[in-house]
């Protein structure tokens, strides 16, 4: 789907024209940019596990879980985006220093939206309460702006099996549902869209669900995914930063498995999830992209 390089400026402080046009946004220090040739990131990638999709594998055969992290933290540190493939695909990061709860925006997270082209991702958070450095405790989906609407769903599910080369994904989720990822040759001519780096025939990721906002333009017979209001990565919402390609979240959204305010007071861990199982036409699956993570 969309893909555009985005070169980043470091800014210390950042004003923007936006619903909140007087706020401003503090990056802590130069290594809290997401991305950049040559700078020291914030954070690390301990888990990059993306479903099937048109961006995996496109540039390099990648043999292990550990290798991935490594792919993928070397393309956020040089300003390019990682792609999640397909509904369900996650990538973690974990900060080197905990992000307090302020109660207002606490970290950013970029992506390539723009007001035609959204591939929302939730987000989750968790914190490192036991000082491991594991992302082995609760997580906490940050609430949006549809969170428990009609076509919301939480605790689902997809399991993908692994194609023969140059064919369609196939998948079936928690509702019954079948389908496949599209192989499509004249845009994405590698063999797989399923990760080389996992090793079972298939794999199952869980989380929660957006209905697809793609549309298909009665005039210019032009595809547009729109946006959700705010609350998404990779989203042009009312919580998008244009100059910078960010969407800002607060840990203060974080909601239990019961739907109950958490209450946390800091987070180490965020993992960005694409939220939509469903593509348009043409431009394949929806899949989110990330760019980068930063404190605010």
Request: aromatic letters at 14%.
């Amino acid at each position: 789907m969309k893909k555009i390089n985005i070169t980043f400026v470091a800014l210390i402080s950042l004003s923007f024209v936006a619903c909140n046009k007087d706020e401003d946004i503090i990056i802590d220090n130069p290594g809290d940019k997401p991305g950049g040739n040559g700078v020291t990131l914030d954070y690390k990638v301990i888990e990059y596990t993306p479903a099937p999709g048109q961006y995996i594998n496109e540039t390099a055969s990648i043999p292990s879980p550990e290798e991935a992290c490594v792919f993928a933290e070397e393309r956020l540190s040089a300003s390019q985006y990682v792609s999640l493939g397909a509904w369900g695909g996650y990538i973690v990061v974990k900060f080197n220093e905990s992000i307090l709860n302020t109660g207002d925006y606490d970290f950013a997270i970029s992506g390539n939206a723009f007001d035609t082209s959204n591939e929302p991702g939730i987000v989750w958070v968790m914190q490192d309460s036991n000082g491991n450095g594991l992302p082995d405790e609760t997580w906490y989906e940050l609430k949006g702006s549809f969170f428990g609407q009609e076509g919301y769903e939480r605790n689902y599910w997809v399991t993908y099996h692994r194609p023969k080369a140059k064919e369609n994904t196939p998948w079936e989720d928690s509702n019954g549902e079948t389908g496949f990822v599209y192989w499509k040759e004249s845009y994405h001519s590698q063999d797989y869209y399923y990760p080389t780096w996992i090793e079972e025939d298939t794999y199952t990721l869980y989380g929660s669900r957006l209905p697809s906002r793609a549309e298909q333009d009665d005039v210019t017979n032009m595809w547009q995914n729109k946006p959700y209001e705010w609350g998404y990565a990779d989203n042009f919402g009312s919580d998008f930063v244009q100059a910078t390609h960010q969407n800002r979240f607060r840990i203060s959204d974080a909601v239990t498995e019961t739907n109950q305010p958490a209450n946390i007071q800091f987070i180490d861990f965020i993992k960005v999830q694409t939220s939509i199982n469903g593509s348009a036409d043409i431009l394949g699956e929806n899949s989110t992209e990330v760019a980068g993570f930063a404190r605010i």
